[in-house]
């Protein structure tokens, strides 16, 4: 499969390297069939920005091989870009130098797709598909995936490298297979470019789930360069899309155990549950999936997805007070997270959407590119199913404190929503991915559920960064011995003095640790980065920002 894909995939045309007017010389010895182009790079929320970076194009898989031999000997490294939609700075620092280093596009010649019925039905998709892709051909087929991002403007390749998720998990214990909680912990195969010792160059590798070493690659944060990737996949299903806005934020994330409306009632009905709760609202959007193979009555019919099209654009009043709040007039946030409340809520009606019924991508998918360009931060609890709703209650009651704090100083660190979501664990080791923050613990077989929670504003919020290191460091004190934590890798974490990704005990021992704690002897952190680097020795997959990361102690 993995071969038909690359082989139709094969072009190699010549291109002239495409240089600046200021007569920036290119790479030295850039292989000349290869496209090579200065380009600005943006990531989702604009706070990454390389204004002129060396971008190479790659017409099939076999140039992403040439370009990895040409960086070994030039002493140049590679970083494998798709759509720039990530928070951390897994391909990029902020304020980065374009030095030795080329980001090779996947987007626009590495897009192959196919499917493959049959026995364990799959598809194979090569790196710089999007999701939208791959949902949509799913769908035509008769399979669907119902654990996936909101958004399918994501590159398979970039999905797989953070470990990217949705929300669900079976309604009730043993009701049947597992939901895996990553899209990573789809993956039957993938190819990726790997150092050959023997040889003496790259290569292009097919690693199967079964054999040593590919688990590390499943989930490698952009320490490996996947050309393309097997994914098995179930059968579609119709799922039931109910929104609401009925329960008030403090009875939906109440104390455990009381008779009021409580998230983890949802979650015992349906298994689908996420909750989006603007700061300084009293009522949640609660949205619920369930299973419908035949439309309810009430239900609107869909057949394409992103429906809510009131969620991508502000109306002008909003985008006014988002500017103010952009130019430092944090006291008009209630205000602005009010009205975005009452713009869903009037959205909803408007367009027929608090109850929706179709294919799973037409539910599931809702976040187009155009949304509000938020900062994320974004941690995975694991924990008990039994102990959700403990997890939500003191998440969420530390979050209001933390708020009532900083408004007394006249600050409003959050202006977005926070968002909840909630799914099954990974695979477990030695098969599953080994840097995924859903992975289970083998110590602790009763922490069966992912509590994924995120936290949004727009960058540059004055007192975000404290809010956030000392939201993190609360929630690793306290997330202990009943519950763990660990980051959401895609999103914002290890909050210090500089902001995001700064804190030099949680990049060194604390967040590696989370990695280790619990899993037995070859399957641990030190591990996934040992099979990392063994196939890629001279670090032309690696990062500044991961240098730092996996160098981190034992």
Known sequence: MAAAVTAAMRWTPAFRVEARADG???????????????????????????????????????????????????????????????????LARRGEATGRFVLVDTTEHLTGIALRHGGTPAVTAQAGTTLDVVHAALEAAGYGVTCAPAIGDLTVGGALAVGGHGTGLLSAPGAGPALPATLSDLVESLVAVVWDPVAGRHTLRTFHRS???TAAFLLHLGRAFVTEATLRVPANVRLRCISSFDVPAQELFGPPGSSA?????????????????????????????SEEPHRPPSSRALDAPYPYVFYDRLPEPLSRLAREITRGAAAVTPLFTTGLEQGIRLGLTATATRDLWGWSRNTVLYVRP??????????????????????????????????????????YPLNGPVEVRITGTDTAAPDGPLLSPARPRPDRPDWDTVVWLNTTT???????????????????????????????????????PGGAW???????????????????????????????????????????????????PG
């Open 24 to 90: 920036t010389e290119a790479p030295p010895f850039f292989p000349p069939h290869i496209r090579l182009a200065r380009q600005a790079f943006r990531n989702w929320s604009g706070e990454v920005a390389l204004e002129a970076v060396w971008t190479a194009f790659p017409a099939s898989p076999e140039d992403v091989v040439v370009l990895a031999d040409w960086a070994r000997a030039q002493g140049w490294r590679l970083r494998a870009k798709g759509v720039g939609h990530t928070w951390s700075p897994l």
């Open 211 to 213: 054999e040593p070493g």
């Open 261 to 289: 409306r409580t998230a983890d009632q949802y979650l015992a009905r349906t298994g689908r549950v996420e909750v989006l709760w603007l700061p300084y609202t009293d009522r949640p959007w609660l949205k619920l999936w």
């Open 370 to 411: 155009t949304t509000l360009r938020y900062v994320f931060a974004g941690w995975a609890v694991l924990c008990a199913r039994a102990d959700v709703q403990r997890v939500l209650h003191r998440f969420w009651s530390r979050l209001r404190q933390g708020l009532d704090e900083h408004r007394a100083r006249g600050e």
């Open 458 to 496: 727009f960058p540059g919020t004055p007192g975000e960064s404290v809010f956030h290191r000392d939201l993190e460091q609360w929630m690793v004190t306290h997330f202990t011995g009943w519950a763990a934590i660990r980051p959401e890798w895609a999103k914002g974490w290890a909050f210090g």
């Open 502 to 552: 700064t804190d030099a005990p949680l990049l060194d021992r604390g967040w590696p640790g989370a990695f280790r704690e619990g899993q037995p002897a070859g399957t641990r952190w030190d591990d996934a980065v040992a099979v990392l680097e063994q196939h890629d020795p001279a670090g032309v997959f690696r990062g500044p920002f991961l240098e730092q990361l996996f160098r981190s």
